[in-house]
């Protein structure tokens, strides 16, 4: 193969592993306490990381690890403590978890997403 086939399929792998997406949620909060209540949050892939937007808070997660089943987010604090949010792609669900030293009840959130793909991909 010439160099420029060779770079063509370079920017072609690349391209498809930057896809980005938004993911719509919403979770009931029956697993904290507030059976009432539900929240809607975005997650928004911003280069190689996403946003989590709720009318509440905007929180930046790394993304730990991508594979074709699921994406896993995380967040961490100047204290001892991680946000775990899990994007499942096969059923479009996630779950989040808060674990820190400083806080002994961890309980999940579980919700359902909507997948928009970005217009540009």
Known sequence: ???????ILFLLSISNYLHA????CISSLE??????NYVM???VRVGDTYMKQ?????K???????TNEFILLTQTYDYPGILV??????????QENYISLNYSEHKTVKGFCMIIP???T
């Open 1 to 7: 193969m010439n160099k420029a086939i060779l770079q």
């Open 21 to 24: 997406e938004t993911w719509d």
């Open 31 to 36: 697993n904290i306490g507030m059976p009432e």
């Open 41 to 43: 949050s975005k997650f």
């Open 54 to 58: 709720s009318k509440e808070i905007n």
């Open 60 to 66: 930046n997660f790394d993304i730990s690890q991508e």
């Open 85 to 94: 949010s899990i994007l499942n792609k096969n059923d479009e669900t996630y």
């Open 118 to 120: 970005d217009e540009k």
